[in-house]
């Protein structure tokens, strides 16, 4: 029984943590904060642009 309990709240634990992680991506996207790949992009793009300065 505490082995069912114990799967359960594993199961409703990774359940909300989708929920929390899709909530909180769509709010950054809604407030049109550079996501993780932008940010990724765009220092690339300058290390880049460094490159050829040089």
């Given at each position: 029984?505490?082995?069912?309990?114990l799967k359960?709240?594993?199961e409703q634990?990774k359940?909300?943590?989708?929920?929390?992680?899709?909530?909180?991506?769509k709010?950054?996207?809604e407030m049109g904060?550079?996501?993780?790949?932008?940010?990724?992009?765009?220092?690339?793009?300058?290390?880049?642009?460094e490159k050829?300065?040089?």
């Amino acid at each position: 029984m505490i082995d069912k309990l114990l799967k359960q709240v594993d199961e409703q634990e990774k359940r909300l943590m989708q929920i929390v992680s899709e909530t909180v991506k769509k709010t950054v996207s809604e407030m049109g904060l550079p996501t993780k790949d932008d940010m990724e992009k765009i220092l690339k793009r300058l290390d880049d642009i460094e490159k050829k300065n040089s």
